[in-house]
């Protein structure tokens, strides 16, 4: 069997490289997958220790992350829709009118 | 008969008594209020039987007193009560009072009657139903008065009763408050009203300080208790009782129109001839002597008020004959003769002999009212031959106006000046002839009234004030001249206008209370004469003192003679004006030359009184309205003061205080604010990296945080 702290670092790994995504990418579609990223990630963490502890609350979590992540992507894609209609673009770094 | 019942089985109608002030007052509300509606005979009705009322409650008084001479205390209301204070309005009938009474409400009536007609021919009259009703009702508003004040037995009831007459007066002298006495349009009367009401305030101060004294010293204001406790307020304290008697003396001088304040009476000639018959000769001024009778008590505890007393009286007498003598206004030699007449009361008064003072003063009534009431025949025959009424047929005032026009600026005819008199007795014999009854009477021949109650006065005045005495027969002299050049220049002779010309003997309304009040003249002597002097065994039952001096036959020789003389001397100054059809020079004036005119202005006492006190009085009032007021008060304290303590104190407030602190705290806590904001802005890129960036550092600090926290 595959030990738990595998599929940890894997789960830290692809937090990273989503959490990286988001911070250095300027296309909102990517931002966005980079956002999916963390959230499986921590899927995959809830996933693993569920297995390792025997308790069904991990995985139930899991199904809770996904329903939100579902509607996450349902009102950002409208968002983003919505600035590409505005902006004609979807670089992220466009969006700046909220600048102090 | 029914009145001698009562007499003999004693009977009394005491309780009758407050019927005399309330059936006038009655008389007085219904043609106050509704006397417009009356008409001319309602309203006399009215009056008449009102004062006629009172008259007949006085006479049922009188005839109450023949039984139980000592009289009775008749309470009326409670009046006043504060804690122990109870002042009661009580009247007190004795046989002063009812002298009084019956002297106020008999000669009243008459002069009501008499005024009923003399009203109605007033030229200024004009039919004016509110007028003639006004008129009434002062006139029972003054009778009422009168009675409170005769009848009061305390000084607080007297001085209500003193004070009400002096507003009647006040009313009655300013009747026509819209014009002079010659009917132009003018505040002379007015004002003539206003300064009698001054000039007695002055009077009224010192009987209200008189009060103040006796309450304080006395405890109370009745009579009888005030004269129980005067010997020991004597044995105590003298200087009280001179002191209330002076204070009291000066009242009488305003009210009796005594020197120094006599100056108001000739002014007061400005009201309706009634008016000055009744109020300003027969009774108001008369109130004065009263009250010196009443307090006959206390000033015979204080022989040094009664000198003084009896010398301001004996020098009004002469000071005010001497005024009588160089006037040209029919009422204002009237005038001075009662101021004149009034100080032969008051020096009589104030010698002790009150009897003799109050005998003349019921003579005086009579014969000065008749006198009054022939002026008064007099000027509305003049009138009416100058502007009959339209009734009788005239033009009336239209053809007066139309003539003034046409003639443009002439001299106004005066209805009162005896220049333009003359020759009167063919036109007027009744009043004429009772006109010269009365002045019989003034002048003291006998057997007339005025001549004993004068030679009373006179003998009383020998025994007592011997300096007294020499005054009042020299004012006996003038007197005498006064009055009789009066009568020559007004009935004999050749009349001096056409109105004087054409004069109309005066109604019978008129010429018959004329005709009674000249029998009063004749008899009332009879009353006291120095053999059979039932008066003064009436009075005293209240007065006491009283023991008749024997008959003088010089005294009253010397005044009879003295009389008879300066008649003499008025025929032959004013024999050679009888030719005369318009006035020339005065004989008298060529005479005395200056000092005619300095008797004119009646010594000039008025301008003294202007320059002193009216002068005076508004350089005080101007000094304390512009220095004072003004200038102290107004431009230093209020605007140096208050406004300007007010601005430097609210000009601090705004610069350092609210400019400075207030303002600075506000607005340094916004400056403050805004740095703050500058600062934070530049954190607010608007790029969402990096506030994603921002939570990443935040969550991993806090994991950090955490982890280290639990570790």
Sequence with gaps: MVPTSFYVFLAALLFTIGAVTVLVRRNTLIIYMGIELMLNAANLAFVAFARQFGDVAGQLFVFFV??????????????????????????????????? | MFLETVAREGATFFHLAPLAVFVPLLGALVNGLIGRRLGERGVALVAVTASGFAFLVAVLQALSLTVHPEGAVVPVAEWITIGELRIAWAQQIDTLSVTMMLVVSGVGTLIHIYAVSYMHYDVRYKGDPGRYARFFAYFNLFIAMMMILVTGDSYLTLFV???????????????????????????????????AFVVNRVGDAGFLLAMF????????????????????????????????????????????AQIPLFVWLPDAMAGPTPVSALIHAATMVTAGVYLVTRSHEIYAA??????????????????????????????????????????????????????????????????????????????????????????????GHDHDHEEHKAHGEHEPFNPQDMRIMGGLMRRIPVTGWTYIIGSLALAGIPPLAGFWSKDEILLEAKHLQPVVYGLLSAAAFLTAFYIFRQVFMVFFGQPRSEAAAHAVESP???????????????????????????????????????????????????????????????????????????????????????????????????DLYQVVFVRGYRALAGFLAFAVDWTFWHDWFHDVVVAGGFRRISRFLSQPIDLGIIDGIANGLGNSVQGLALTLRRWQTGYVRNYALAVMFGVVGMLVYILWAIR
């Design chain 1, 66 to 100: 996904i329903t939100v992540a579902a509607a996450e992507v349902a009102v950002g894609l409208a968002l983003i829709v919505t600035i590409f209609h505005t902006k004609h673009s979807v670089d992220i770094d466009a969006i700046s009118d909220l600048k102090g």
């Design chain 2, 161 to 195: 009763g003193w004070e009400g007459v002096g507003l009647c007066s006040f009313l009655l002298i300013g009747f026509w408050y819209e014009m002079d006495i010659l009917g132009r349009p003018s505040t002379a009367n007015a004002r003539a009203a206003m300064k």
């Design chain 2, 213 to 256: 004294l006796m309450f304080w010293f006395f405890g109370s204001l009745q009579f009888r208790e005030v004269f129980e406790k005067v010997p020991e307020v004597a044995q105590a304290q003298p200087w009280v009782l001179l002191a209330i008697t002076l204070l009291l003396l000066l009242g009488v001088t305003g009210k009796s």
């Design chain 2, 302 to 395: 204080v022989p040094e008020a009664q000198a003084v007393v009896a010398v301001v009286g004996g020098l009004t007498a002469l000071v005010a004959a001497s005024m009588a003598v160089a006037q040209y206004d029919i009422k204002k030699v009237l005038a001075y003769s009662t101021i004149s007449q009034l100080g032969f009361m008051v020096a009589a008064v104030g010698m002790g002999a009150f009897v003799a003072g109050m005998f003349h003063l019921v003579t005086h009534a009579f014969f000065k009212a008749l006198l009054f009431l022939g002026s008064g025949s007099v000027i509305i025959a003049l009138e009416r031959a100058h502007h009959p009424l339209p009734e009788e047929g005239g033009h």
């Design chain 2, 508 to 606: 019978r309304l008129m010429t018959g209370v004329l005709l009674v009040l000249a029998l009063l003249s004749l008899t009332g002597g009879f009353l006291n004469t120095p053999w059979f002097h039932p008066f003064g065994q009436w009075l005293e039952h209240t007065l006491k003192e009283v023991e008749a001096l024997p008959f003088d036959p010089l005294v009253a020789g010397i005044s009879t003679g003295v009389g008879l003389v300066a008649i003499g001397l008025a025929w032959l100054t004013y024999r050679g004006t009888f030719a005369w059809s318009r006035w020339e020079q005065d004989p008298l004036q060529s005479l005395l030359k200056g000092l005619f005119d300095f008797l004119q202005a009646s010594w000039h006492w008025d």
